[in-house]
Nanobody, 127 residues
Framework: QVQLVESGGGLVQTGGSLRLSCAAS????????VAWFRQAPGKERDFIAS??????AYADSVKGRFTISRDNAKDTVYLQMNSLEPEDTAVYYC??????????????????????WGQGTQVTVSS
């Protein structure tokens, strides 16, 4: 079992920055991939970024603005979000996959490819 807890959300103005944290506990050594997704009201949960085997992947909508990183010593994954826009307003979720994923190619993008989820943290960007 793995537990994921997000933190760091809040209210920020357009152009501002936030850093989200995803703290993992339990069988963290089973985590092959950790990712961030987000879900705006009335919309589907969308892939944002992932980290695995020393690699990272990003959605086009956040590339160049968001950075995902993993600190194995702290069992924590971070999402640094810069140049925030009102369109970034959503609940942000941390997701973990405990099954292997190939190092080559794109990381897992679909919600169904992850087996553990956090409770989410709200990010609101005011215009």
């Amino acid at each position: 079992q793995v537990q994921l807890v997000e933190s760091g959300g809040g209210l920020v103005q357009t152009g501002g920055s936030l850093r989200l944290s995803c703290a993992a506990s339990g069988r963290t050594f089973d985590l092959y991939v950790v990712a961030w997704f987000r879900q705006a009201p009335g919309k589907e949960r969308d892939f944002i970024a992932s980290v695995w085997s020393g690699r990272t992947a990003y959605a086009d909508s956040v590339k160049g603005r968001f950075t995902i990183s993993r600190d194995n010593a702290k069992d924590t994954v971070y999402l640094q979000m810069n140049s925030l826009e009102p369109e970034d307003t959503a609940v942000y979720y941390c997701a973990g996959r405990t099954y292997p994923w190939p190092q080559q190619g794109a990381g897992p993008l679909g919600v169904s490819l992850y087996d553990y989820w956090g409770q989410g943290t709200q990010v609101t960007v005011s215009s």
